[in-house]
T-cell receptor
């Protein structure tokens, strides 16, 4: 069974600091996608960044970047120059690219607070 | 573009009542999913569908039923509501292989008392 583990239930940093959220996953599949989703108090699930396992280059989206270590099955999210609007729950998610529906498997989440 | 639309946004049910959570998408996605999110937890898959007329169980299907008569609609039925079904429910859709990503609805907060 595929599992996703986020070992940091809560994190808190000052505005403008850099913060890294950890995520590890367990799978026997070789082809898969990894995602980070942001869930603000509005409850909406917002895609932050996506990484294809076959790509060695780490994905980057503006202030958000990942450190993808396939052999270690690790997928951390780095937020640079953090802003108050980054305050939210962050979920790491994994989907194997196998025949049939691609079902997202989520971690437990990390509650991130950016302090002014 | 409406994306994925869920109704209602909030609902309170009494134990033993039944209800249907509606989900509609206008992106012509083949795949649709229902997840539940318990307080402080990640999302768990209830049911999913790869196309009209095809549905299958996810991780936590007990107490729920689904149908997929059209590409656009994927309603979730709760029969004999129980307090353990108090949760936030999310509908999502995607193309095969997750191409283009997954689109989530805004969620339904359900309380069973």
């Amino acid at each position: 069974a595929q599992t996703v583990t986020q070992s940091q239930p809560e994190m808190s940093v000052q505005e403008a600091e850099t913060v890294t959220l950890s995520c590890t996953y367990d799978t026997s599949e070789n082809n898969y996608y990894l995602f980070w989703y942001k869930q603000p108090p509005s409850r909406q699930m917002i895609l932050v960044i996506r990484q294809e396992a076959y790509k060695q280059q780490n994905a980057t989206e503006n202030r958000f970047s990942v450190n993808f270590q396939k052999a270690a099955k690790s997928f951390s999210l780095k937020i640079s120059d953090s802003q108050l609007g980054d305050t939210a729950m962050y979920f790491c998610a994994f989907v194997p690219l196998i025949q049939g529906a691609q079902k997202l498997v989520f971690g437990q989440g990390t509650r991130l607070t950016i302090n002014p | 573009n409406a994306g994925v639309t869920q109704t209602p946004k909030f609902r309170i049910l009494k134990i033993g009542q039944s209800m249907t959570l509606q989900c509609t998408q206008d992106m012509n996605h083949n795949y649709m999913y229902w997840y539940r999110q318990d307080p402080g937890m990640g999302l768990k898959l209830i049911y999913y569908s790869v196309g009209a007329g095809i549905t299958d169980k996810g991780e936590v299907p007990n107490g729920y039923n689904v149908s997929r008569s059209t590409t656009e609609d994927f309603p979730l039925r709760l029969e004999l509501a129980a307090p353990s079904q108090t949760s936030v429910y999310f509908c999502a859709s995607s193309y095969p292989q997750g191409l283009g990503g997954y689109t989530f609805g805004s969620g339904t907060r359900l309380t069973v008392v």
